[in-house]
């Protein structure tokens, strides 16, 4: 089976973009144009010296002499100056061979070609041109076309979904033209398609394109051999030293017992790579027949192994080191540029719990925090605390808080749970601020991600909620209850480009929450609600939006609802699909301490997104309607 290439675990987000940075301006000196640029770029014709013992000029229609002129065998000797003319004789009479070679590719197997050579003394280019004139005739076209399964699981009715999947995907069909590149992508796909699930050892076993030159008909036919149906057996990491093998192998989430699948086993090789514990990974099989001296051996290695295979999967590890450091730098527009310094112990002393520890200096939101987390035990359910000291904005007031959180958290596939206990203290400073009060509750939280990726979606949908119920500590104990939740979805819209696979889609978001408490009860800010800024309701400073105080300043208030639509659309430039996409966007929020007290703000704009290889970078420009400014939104990554 294609072995899968090794994964290490991804770097801190400013870190890394300071390093991708470094690497693209290095890496930009290749793209500089050179003194060859305008000539050959074949390294034989860049290497030699002197003057050019001929000129070559390629006469045919232009997906053809594009082909030619790129490829053609002759081109190699243009600037071998001590060419003898004997010798370019016999490569003159090779061309027609070459020729008819290069463009049966491309689907013509009956062209006309007229090699012809001058002497031109006169020329400051050479003193002799070479003219290859190519009428390639009638293209063929796909008579029939034929895809059957042979061999071990031919017929296996748990692969039938797979088989008519190949079947009904196949596009090589009666009238179509026929080319080199379309028959070796069709092949590909189809045994990409077994090779995906369930069969990771499958290959083809026979195919044929049958070329009529007289007729320009293309009879092609191919046969898959599905071979052994493989299911993971128990995950086994070799390498393992400083970390406990059974708990960091329940991070992988490798679904034992169930039929291979490619995407899971990338999935649980992700997990591990980015756990902190490994500097790199690399998953296999376990129980594959090794390439023997030949196909016949082959052969008899997978009627050995039957229909049926229960394989152990290997994780190839290199553990991280014990502690580290990492820095990083970074801005937003809404809080400005920051500096962090993150301290990781993968094994606490006496514990054996991973530490991650935090400083965020910036000047609207420094804190410092710090997370221990357990390793899963048998139901995958692990334990965490977390505490964090920071300083923040909440609308005209600034927020000195303490946040302390213990309880068990669990992540599958799709869905992420966790319960825990919260403590809570706040103390406001600016005129006009509430008293500080603290607070403890008792949550439960339930996350559900169903994207077609967890890097840049382009659709599927999101939910979140939360709930929570407690009293407050200071200045007066009250119970309270707190309910909070958030949706996205992604929907797809008009046509799909057919090279990208993309299309314009639509981003559906909301979120609300509501505070239950008797009305003169004091809560710590932290339980409130506040919006407004990148993430948020554009248009608007960040944490802007709020209720407001019997002075007139805006503060964090009871109620929460916000909403967005969003047009996303690819950017198309001379018929090329660009890895950048174009957005307009409509924002709409509000905070109050009653619900008729909610007044909506909102914000319109439009922006640009970016498919980095370390996620979408976006960038809107909006107009917050009740404000009446324009406002720059900048966001890095996507995350729910």
Same mark, same amino acid.
């Given at each position: ?19 991708l ?9 290749s793209?500089?144009p050179?003194?060859?640029d ?6 034989s ?5 002197g003057?050019?013992?001929f000129s ?5 229609p ?9 490829h ?5 000797y243009?600037?071998?100056?001590d060419l003898?003319?004997r010798?370019l004789?016999?490569?003159l ?9 290069l463009?049966?590719?491309?689907g ?9 050579i001058?002497?031109?003394p006169?020329s400051?280019?050479?003193?002799l041109q070479?003219?290859v004139?190519? +009428? #390639?005739?009638?293209p *063929?076209? %796909? @008579? $029939?076309?034929q895809?059957r399964?042979?061999?071990v699981?031919?017929d296996?009715? /748990?692969?039938a ?5 190949i ?7 009666p009238?179509q ?15 990409r398609?077994?090779?995906?699930r369930?069969y ?10 049958d070329i009529?030159?007289?007729t320009?008909?293309?009879d ?6 599905p071979g ?5 057996g128990p995950l086994?990491?070799e390498?393992?030293?400083r970390? +406990? #093998?059974?708990?960091? *192998?329940r %991070? @992988? $989430?490798l ?8 995407t899971?086993?990338v /999935?649980a ?22 390439q023997?001296?030949s196909?016949?051996?082959?052969e008899?290695?997978?009627k ?5 295979v229960?394989t152990?999967?290997?994780?190839q590890?290199r ?12 801005m937003?527009?809404d809080?400005g540029?920051?500096?962090?310094v ?7 002393p006496w ?8 400083m ?18 048998e139901?995958?359910?692990r334990?965490?605390?977390t505490?964090k000291?920071?300083r923040?904005?909440?609308?005209d ?6 946040q302390?959180r213990?309880?068990?958290t669990?992540?599958e596939d799709?869905?992420?749970?966790n ?7 706040a ?8 008293p500080?009060s603290s607070s403890?509750?008792?949550n439960y ?13 382009s659709?599927g ?5 939360e709930v929570?119920a ?5 200045p007066?104990r009250?119970?309270?209850g707190?309910?909070?939740g ?12 057919p ?15 509501a505070?239950?408490a008797?009305?003169d ?6 339980q ?8 948020t ?10 209720a ?24 198309v430039?001379k ?7 174009h957005?307009?966007f409509l ?5 109050g301490?009653a619900?008729d ?15 980095s290889?370390v ?5 809107d ?13 900048l966001?890095?990554g996507?995350?729910?």
């Amino acid at each position: 089976m294609p072995k899968l290439p090794p994964a290490t675990a991804p770097a801190r987000g400013p870190a890394f973009l300071f390093l991708l940075s470094a690497a693209l301006m290095l890496g930009g000196c290749s793209l500089l144009p050179s003194k060859n640029d305008d000539k050959d770029t074949d390294p034989s014709l860049i290497a030699a010296t002197g003057d050019p013992a001929f000129s070559l000029v390629v006469d045919a229609p232009k997906e053809v002499r594009e082909l030619l002129e790129k490829h053609l065998e002759l081109r190699r000797y243009r600037y071998q100056s001590d060419l003898q003319r004997r010798e370019l004789t016999r490569l003159l009479g090779a061309t027609d061979a070459n020729v008819r070679d290069l463009i049966g590719t491309l689907g013509y197997f009956s062209p006309t070609v007229t090699v012809e050579i001058k002497e031109t003394p006169e020329s400051e280019e050479a003193p002799l041109q070479v003219t290859v004139k190519v +009428d #390639p005739g009638e293209p *063929a076209t %796909i @008579a $029939r076309s034929q895809v059957r399964f042979a061999g071990v699981n031919a017929d296996d009715p /748990d692969g039938a979904s797979q088989r008519a999947t190949i079947e009904e995907d196949w596009p090589l069909q009666p009238g179509q033209r026929f080319s080199q590149s379309s028959w070796s992508q069709a092949k590909s796909q189809g045994l990409r398609t077994l090779q995906s699930r369930r069969y990771p050892l499958a290959r083809i076993d026979s195919s044929l394109a049958d070329i009529d030159a007289d007729t320009h008909e293309a009879d092609v036919s191919v046969a898959y051999a599905p071979g052994p149906a493989y299911t993971f057996g128990p995950l086994r990491i070799e390498g393992a030293q400083r970390y +406990d #093998p059974v708990g960091t *192998a329940r %991070i @992988a $989430r490798l679904p034992e017992g169930e039929e291979y699948d490619q995407t899971a086993l990338v /999935d649980a090789q992700l997990r591990l790579a980015s756990s902190g514990y490994y500097d790199s990974v690399f998953l296999t099989l376990a129980n594959v027949p090794q390439q023997g001296e030949s196909a016949a051996e082959d052969e008899e290695a997978l009627k050995r192994k039957g229909a049926q295979v229960t394989t152990p999967v290997i994780a190839q590890v290199r553990e991280a080191q014990m502690q580290k450091w990492v820095f990083g730098v970074g801005m937003s527009t809404d809080t400005g540029p920051r500096l962090s310094v993150d301290h990781i112990h993968n094994r606490l002393p006496w514990l054996g719990w991973r530490a991650v520890t935090r400083m965020r200096f910036d000047r609207k939101n420094p804190l410092i925090s710090t997370q221990w987390t357990a390793l899963p035990d048998e139901t995958l359910w692990r334990w965490f605390t977390t505490a964090k000291a920071e300083r923040a904005p909440s609308g005209d007031f600034d927020v000195n808080s303490l946040q302390l959180r213990a309880g068990r958290t669990k992540s599958e596939d799709h869905i992420d749970r966790n319960y825990y206990l919260q403590y809570d203290y706040a103390k406001t400073q600016g005129d006009g601020a509430p008293p500080s009060s603290s607070s403890v509750t008792a949550n439960y939280g339930w996350t559900g991600r169903y994207f077609d990726s967890t890097l840049a979606p382009s659709s599927g949908f999101g939910f979140a909620w939360e709930v929570g119920a407690g009293t407050t500590l200071t200045p007066q104990r009250t119970p309270f209850g707190r309910v909070s939740g958030r949706w996205l979805s992604l929907i797809p819209i008009g046509e799909v480009d057919p090279e990208t696979k993309r299309r314009s889609r639509l981003a559906l978001r909301a979120s609300g929450g509501a505070v239950l408490a008797r009305k003169d009860v004091d809560l710590p800010v932290t339980q409130l609600f506040i919006t407004g800024g990148d993430n948020t309701v554009r248009g608007y400073g960040y944490q802007s939006i709020g209720a407001r105080t019997d002075s007139g300043k805006v503060i964090g208030g009871r109620y929460m609802a916000v909403g967005s639509i969003e047009w996303q659309r690819p950017i198309v430039i001379k018929g090329n699909t660009q890895d950048w996409e174009h957005a307009v966007f409509l924002d709409a929020g509000t905070v109050g301490d009653a619900p008729d007290s909610m007044y909506m703000r909102v914000g319109v704009g439009t922006g640009l997104r970016w498919r980095s290889p370390v996620g979408p970078v976006q960038a809107d420009i909006a107009w917050g309607a009740q404000e009446k400014q324009l406002r720059l939104h900048l966001r890095l990554g996507f995350n729910f």
